[in-house]
């Protein structure tokens, strides 16, 4: 680049500087996903086929994504190495990975608007849509966005989607925080005061430890995927970084996918197949129940009814919870 100005060997370090570093942390969360992907084949052979068809759906889209960015990373340090017309364009593969990742990501947070309908035990339909609703406004700018890049060809034009990506920011970390603390009430909050309480009358009944699991595993990953997100948004509307705010854009699908096959991998699963055991909890804990109640005579015996009754209710509500969530 020894005939090249200071002014475009700058450029070029900042595009294809930028999006080489990138496509390298693609190609790494790409192995992760597929090291998940073999563990859930492996732990749920026999799981629903239209689990395993999401899970080949969101796959599929990270490894065109990983296609995409590698075909790029490789025309602009190869093809059209030192090329600073070349740079002045925006590659094909641009659009096609943020459609990529924004479908991904409308996938997962379909489910998860599914999962939380579940273990409400179907009864709350109004977060579910609002998560549902956000996700779809979040994808449908995008595909905006991905329209403008393919009919502006320039790199400049870049700047006409600015206004909008904070409205897909705003749409994608609402539908998380939903789906986070929708999680938290309906695996915790809801039953800790009481379960914990009244655990010594059904100590063998351990959801509350796996729910903990599950929570933190959502999470983390959905913390992973506001962070990720959120330095890409800051660092697309800093001009000084160049191609460095898709740092974290080529992995969101991949995030997106792997907190999908988390979700999957943390239910329970009984030599190697993907059955739950919480209704073999449930009947152990009635026999414990029936057990200790013909313990009691008189009128201990009948309060003690009672209060077991109103402890088996919520109870009951847990492992319907449980259960719901183990087989959705």
């Given at each position: 680049m020894s005939g090249l100005s200071a002014a475009e060997q700058t450029q070029i370090i900042l595009s294809v500087g930028g999006?080489?570093?990138?496509?390298?942390l693609s190609y790494l969360t790409m192995g992760i996903v597929l090291s998940?992907?073999?563990?859930?084949?492996?732990?749920?052979?026999?799981?629903?086929?239209?689990?395993?068809?999401?899970?080949i759906l969101c796959v599929s889209m990270c490894?065109?994504?990983?296609?995409g960015t590698g075909v790029w990373t490789?025309?602009?340090?190869v093809t059209n190495y030192a090329n600073p017309a070349a740079l002045t364009f925006t590659h094909w593969a641009f659009p096609a990975e943020a459609f990529l990742l924004a479908t991904c990501g409308l996938v997962v947070q379909l489910f998860y608007a599914w999962r939380v309908w579940m273990i409400s035990m179907k009864k709350n339909w109004i977060v579910p849509v609002v998560i549902a609703c956000l996700s779809?406004?979040?994808?449908c700018v995008v595909c905006w966005m991905v329209h403008i890049l393919a009919t502006h060809k320039l790199i400049a034009d870049l700047t006409l989607v600015s206004p909008v990506v904070y409205i897909w920011l705003g749409g994608s970390v609402g539908a998380d925080v939903l789906i986070t603390g929708s999680m938290i009430y309906y695996l915790d909050l809801r039953f800790r005061t009481k379960l914990l309480k009244k655990q010594q009358t059904q100590p063998g009944f351990q959801a509350l430890g796996?729910?903990?699991?599950?929570?933190?595993?959502?999470?983390e990953c959905n913390l992973l995927s506001l962070f990720a997100q959120a330095v890409s948004v800051g660092l697309f509307n800093n001009n000084g970084v160049?191609?460095?705010?898709v740092i974290t854009d080529m992995t969101l699908a991949k995030v997106y996918t792997f907190s999908l096959l988390v979700s999957l991998n943390s239910r329970h699963s009984e030599n190697g197949h993907g059955t739950s055991g919480a209704g073999q909890s449930s009947s152990r804990g009635g026999v414990e129940l029936n057990a200790l109640s013909g313990r009691h005579t008189g009128s201990t015996q009948v309060s003690v009814h009672i209060q077991r009754e109103r402890t088996g209710d919520w109870q009951g509500q847990a492992k319907a919870a449980f259960n719901d969530y183990e087989s959705a």
């Open positions: 999006v080489v570093v990138s496509n390298c998940a992907t073999w563990t859930y084949f492996s732990k749920f052979p026999t799981d629903k086929w239209w689990f395993k068809s999401l899970v490894i065109g994504d990983t296609v490789y025309d602009w340090t779809i406004l979040g994808w796996r729910f903990g699991q599950i929570i933190v595993r959502t999470v160049g191609f460095y705010f």
